[in-house]
C-alpha cells in the first residue's frame, strides 16, 4: 500500500535563461516516482494541494527508518524455472530485445539463435551460418520492408584448470531506418531460408524531438539481477506501460557466480581463492529470456556497470556486455559502447562509463564535450546524465567511491545545465537536493540513486554519517586514475572530516527499499518551465 508521497518541482536553471532566452513560453511537467515492487503503482498530482518546487527548497534531508520486510525475497530464480527456460527449438530466435538509435526514425532489433555451450571443450558457433533478417511494417500482414543487420558469437574464457569455458549463441542485431515518430510497428526477426523465424511482435516509436513532445513514460532501473524480487519489479515496471527502459548498469550479477554454476550472495567471502573472477555465463541466457516479454516491445537502453566487468583471458572485459546489446554508439560520434547519447522526445539523455578512462585527455571526455556542444535546447531542453556508481550518495556503501570521476566531470555537466542525473550500484533508494560540488546550488542537477531493482545482494542500510559508519578514505582509490581523489571536506558543516555527522544537507530524501522509478512527462499550462520529480514511498505487502 502507498504509505506518502513526496514531491518537488525543478525549476528551470537561470544559467539557462541565458543561453536559451526562447525557452521561457515552454513548459512540461516531469514526474520521477519511485514505485513499490509490491504496491499499486499511483501518481498523485491534484489542484487542490499544490506540489512544493526547488524555489521553495532546499528541502530538509528525510531519511525513512529500515523497514526489514522490504528485503523481500532477494533469491535468484533458479534454471528450472520456466521463466528462463529455452523455448524454441533449432535456430530459432529467442531473447528479443529493442533499443533505440539516436532518434525516433531508427532503432534496433536484437535476437539470440542457437544454444550456448559451457564446459572443458566447447566450440562456437559459425554467426555466417543463419541469416539476420528483420521484417517490418505498420500492419501485422503484411511485413512490407527488410533490413539485414549482423551476428557475432562471443567467448568467455578462462585459462584455468577446472574452471569451464563458454560460448554464446549467435546474437544478432539489425538497424531499422525510415520509422516514423510515435508509430506501432510490427516485426519478425530471424532467418527465413532456414524456416527460423520469430513469432510478431511490435513496438512504439519515440514521439519526434520538440519542446512540447515527450514520451508518456521512461522507466529508471538498477542493478537489477534476477531475483524473485526482480520478477515483482519488472511485472510492476510493465504494469506502467513505459515507452522506454533505461537500466543504470548491474544486469545479471552472473559474476556472482563460479562457472560450476555455484553461486553466493557474496562472491569474495564465499570464494576468496579463485585464480580469477569467476562468472557463469548462462544467468546472462536467463536474463534474456526472462526480459523478453518487457523488452521485445519496449526500447531498453543500458548502460555497464562493475558486475558487467567480468574479467577473462586476454584481459578482456565487458565482453557480454558489448556484445549482448546494441548500442547508437556509431550514431551519437562515439567509439565505445561504454558511453553514447540518444534523445528520447524532447530529452537528451546521455550515458557515460564509469569503468573506463574518463580524465580530461581522455576520448570519453572529449566525446562528452563534442555530445553537449551539438545539443539543441530549444529541440531537447531536458538535459539527463546516467552512469553506475553515483557521486552524490550519504551510504555507507560506495561512499565516494565515483570522487575521481566527479572531479574530473562535473563542471563540464553543470556548464552545460544537466538538469538530472540517473545512477546505481548503492542498493538503496536516494533523491538529492539541487547539488554542485557538495554546495546546494539552484542551477545545479538533482541526483536521483536508484539502484535497487531486485538483485541477491544485500540492501545498503547503513550511513556514512551514522556513528562509526565513515568509510576510509583509502576504501576510494581509483585504479583509472591511479590515486585517491576523494578527501575531506573543506567547508560546510562537515568541514575538516570525511563524512557528516549527520545526513548531509544534499539528500534530500533516502530509503533502503527495492523499487524502480517512473520518468513521467506531461504538458501543463504555465509560462515558465519546471520539472516536477516524485518520489513515492512506499513499502511490501505482507
Not at 130 to 157: C, D, K, M, W
Given at each position: ?54 524555489l ?80 517490418y511494417g ?5 511485413l ?50 532456414i ?10 516509436t ?167 556542444a551539438?545539443?539543441?535546447?530549444s ?10 556508481p ?10 565516494k ?45 538533482v ?36 590515486g ?15 563524512c ?43
Amino acid at each position: 500500500m502507498l504509505l506518502s508521497t513526496h514531491s518537488y518541482t525543478l525549476p528551470l536553471n537561470g544559467k539557462y535563461k541565458l543561453l536559451l532566452p526562447m525557452m521561457f513560453w515552454r513548459s512540461f511537467l516531469l514526474l520521477l516516482s519511485i514505485i513499490a515492487i509490491n504496491d499499486v503503482v499511483a501518481v498523485v498530482v491534484t489542484n487542490a494541494k499544490r506540489i512544493p518546487s526547488t524555489l521553495d527548497g532546499p528541502f530538509d534531508p528525510v531519511t525513512v527508518p529500515y523497514d526489514v520486510s522490504l528485503r523481500g525475497n532477494a533469491v535468484d530464480l533458479p534454471d528450472t524455472d520456466p521463466r528462463v527456460r529455452r523455448r524454441v527449438k533449432g535456430f530459432e530466435p529467442e531473447q528479443i530485445s529493442v533499443s533505440l538509435s539516436v532518434s525516433y526514425d531508427s532503432v534496433w532489433i536484437s535476437w539470440v539463435t542457437g544454444e550456448f555451450q559451457i564446459g572443458n571443450t566447447i566450440k562456437p558457433l559459425n554467426p555466417n551460418t543463419v541469416a539476420s533478417l528483420v521484417r517490418y511494417g505498420r500492419s501485422r500482414f503484411p511485413l512490407t520492408h527488410e533490413a539485414i543487420g549482423y551476428s557475432l558469437v562471443y567467448n568467455q574464457l578462462y585459462p584455468f584448470e577446472g574452471l569451464q569455458n563458454y560460448t554464446s549463441g549467435i546474437i544478432h542485431h539489425v538497424r531499422l531506418t525510415g520509422l516514423k515518430p510515435s508509430t506501432l510497428y510490427y516485426y519478425r526477426c530471424g532467418d527465413p531460408s532456414i524456416s527460423a523465424l520469430s513469432d510478431i511482435y511490435h513496438f512504439r516509436t519515440l514521439p519526434v524531438s520538440g519542446p512540447r513532445s515527450y514520451p508518456k513514460r521512461i522507466a529508471v532501473v538498477g542493478d537489477l539481477g534476477l531475483t524473485y524480487n526482480t520478477t515483482d519489479t519488472i511485472s510492476h515496471l510493465t504494469r506502467n506501460n513505459p515507452d522506454l527502459v533505461i537500466l543504470v548498469g548491474d544486469v545479471t550479477y552472473a559474476n556472482l557466480y563460479l562457472t560450476n554454476g555455484t553461486g553466493s550472495d557474496c562472491y569474495d567471502c564465499s570464494f576468496p581463492d579463485t585464480p580469477i573472477h569467476e562468472t557463469y555465463q548462462p544467468r546472462w541466457d536467463y536474463w534474456g529470456r526472462f526480459m523478453q516479454s518487457l523488452i521485445s516491445k519496449t526500447p531498453i537502453m543500458v548502460v555497464e556497470g562493475n558486475h558487467e566487468i567480468e574479467e577473462q583471458a586476454g584481459n578482456q572485459r565487458f565482453v557480454a556486455y558489448s556484445s549482448r546489446f546494441a548500442f547508437p554508439s556509431k550514431e551519437s560520434e562515439s567509439s565505445s559502447t561504454f558511453y553514447y547519447s540518444f534523445n528520447a522526445g524532447g530529452i537528451h539523455f546521455i550515458m557515460l562509463g564509469a569503468y573506463i578512462s574518463y580524465n580530461k585527455s581522455a576520448e570519453q571526455y572529449k566525446w562528452l564535450e563534442r555530445d553537449l556542444a551539438k545539443v539543441d535546447r530549444s529541440m531537447t531542453p531536458w538535459l539527463v546524465a546516467a552512469w553506475h556508481p553515483p557521486w552524490y550518495s550519504s551510504y555507507k556503501a560506495h561512499y565516494k567511491e565515483a570522487e575521481c570521476m566527479r572531479v574530473e566531470m562535473e563542471e563540464l555537466l553543470y556548464t552545460y545545465g544537466v538538469d538530472i542525473v540517473l545512477n546505481g550500484h548503492v542498493h538503496a533508494y536516494e533523491r538529492s537536493n539541487r547539488v554542485y560540488n557538495f554546495t546546494l546550488d539552484p542551477c545545479g542537477p538533482v541526483h536521483i540513486t536508484v539502484g535497487d531493482g531486485g538483485n541477491r545482494e544485500k540492501m545498503a542500510i547503513e550511513h556514512a554519517d551514522e556513528t562509526g559508519n565513515c568509510p576510509e578514505a583509502s576504501s576510494t582509490y581509483d585504479v583509472y586514475m591511479g590515486g585517491f581523489c576523494a578527501k575531506n571536506f573543506t567547508s560546510g558543516p562537515a568541514a575538516g572530516k570525511f563524512c557528516w555527522d549527520w545526513q548531509p544537507d544534499y539528500s534530500a530524501f533516502r530509503e533502503s527499499s527495492f523499487g524502480h522509478g517512473i520518468l513521467e512527462v506531461s504538458l501543463c499550462i504555465s509560462v515558465s518551465l519546471r520539472a516536477f520529480v516524485q518520489q513515492m514511498k512506499h513499502h511490501s505487502e505482507e
